[in-house]
């Protein structure tokens, strides 16, 4: 429904002109929401910064070829894609374990809560317990709402996507993480998909991961499985696109077009020094 004109009669039926019964309301209600879509917008950003601190240096310098299987380390990581690096980073924040430390987001969580506004620190408290990156199957969709499936546990979610399913087809797989901001699940960063024709064995790797996991770890949830293995999804992922005949990173692409770094590559230089 389109919102009336300032002077014309309001939709409630009060027989009032608009700008004298629900204009206020509508647009305290529009600046409440700008305030959460902003909240997750600054958060995505600004978690991004923190992980770049000189302080994690170090951290970075392992996490980098671990994520990537080898295929990136520090002395390469400025030809990561922009979408790449905003994968690697999201799963360096939430998901990458320090040894005998908290997590970055953890970190974050303790040092930057009491600055930010009453949305941000309750986009950001939700964050703090998002679940770990996962494997989720597309079983529909409806404009921007993707209905997915989690691939190992099959709980079922309503997540909200600005750009709806983009190239995914149902029945294939979105590797993500699933953030809430406000009343919706969104994705926290770029989402990485499987085509139908690269899922292949990835159900047996993770049994076996999940196997041997209980070996150490016998009494562990889905989710504490998952934050220790779920670059195990990546692996899968770099694997099948060479099968397929792909480069498996951009760095490895004779054809990419964009050869330019990138500010975020710039920053990891820095953190060389």
Known sequence: MSKPGRNDPCYCGSGKKYKKCHLKIDQAAEREQRAWKEAGRFLRQDLLKFARDERFAEDLAKGLPFYWNGLYDIENADEMSPSEALRFFDWFVFDYQPEDAPRLI???????????????????????????ADAYELTGYDGQTLHLKNFMTGETYDVYEPGGRGNVE?????????????????????????PAAEITDL???????????AETH????????????????????????????????????????????????????????
Do not use: C
């Open 106 to 132: 953890e970190v974050y969580h303790a040092e930057k809560r009491a600055a930010l506004s009453e949305q941000q620190q309750s986009v950001l408290d939700g964050w703090l317990e998002a679940s770990p």
């Open 203 to 213: 159900a047996d790797k993770l049994a076996a991961a999940k196997r041997a996991d």
């Open 170 to 194: 149902i029945g294939e797989i979105l590797l993500t993480r699933l953030v809430q901001v406000q009343d919706r699940l969104e994705f926290s960063t770029d989402a990485a998909y499987l």
């Open 218 to 273: 016998p009494d562990a949830t889905h989710d504490e499985f998952m934050r220790r293995n779920n670059h195990l999804l990546i692996y899968h992922a770099l694997a099948e696109a060479k099968v397929q005949g792909r480069p498996p990173v951009a760095r490895l692409d004779p054809d990419r077009p964009d050869k330019k770094v990138q500010t975020i590559a710039r920053q990891m230089r820095r953190l060389r020094r």
